[in-house]
């Protein structure tokens, strides 16, 4: 008969569980960019969302830091297979920025300055799902993490939380931003593995 260990090493186990599969753990924050840092003025920095009708909604950094801010504690798992567990945010929910925008559309087309971009549905947005953070681990987001401010999606592959996050652009048909048009895949759900086109 043998002897069943409830100790320590078996929660460590469990946690290790939680792991998207194909992902190792780091401790540090790693920079993953596809181009230079931008460097983002505050006084001239705006965050617009925009209907598919062209309806806009704007707000510049003094208005941004005035909406109501969330404290969120997630894990972020990048599609070069690191993990990162219990990062901490702070942030202003989707839910807030899209509460006053009249929309039937169901995609996103996020982007960056720089001119990144990244696609997705937009109920991937919606329901306490992702925020634009403008603080990490209790400062101001650093330049290369994103800062002033970075979407934060974090049931997807990390690669779908555009740094020096621009506007979000609603559209009824989908559109593949940089990564997903040359081979990423274009959901990226990490416990589904969807890291290239075709997985
Ligand atoms: N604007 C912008 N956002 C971006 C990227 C980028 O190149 N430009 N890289 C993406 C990728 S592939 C990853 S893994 C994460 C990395 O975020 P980090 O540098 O804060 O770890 O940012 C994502 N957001
Ligand atoms: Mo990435």
Partial sequence: MGIVSRGFGGRRSS???NLPPGQYLVEDFPVLSAGPTP?????????TVRSETGEAQEWNWAQFLALPHESITVDLHCVT??????????GVSLDTLLSDVASSAEFVLVSAYGGYTTNLPLEDLLDGKAWVADRYDGEALSPEHGGPARLLVPHLYLWKSAKWVRDIQLLNNDEPGFWESVGYH???DPWREQ???GD
């Fill in 186 to 188: 274009n959901y990226g």
């Fill in 39 to 47: 460097l983002v003025n505050l006084g001239s920095w705006t965050f």
């Fill in 81 to 90: 297979k690191w993990s990162k567990l219990g990062t901490a945010w702070e």
């Fill in 195 to 197: 890291r290239y086109w």
């Fill in 15 to 17: 946690r290790a569980v």
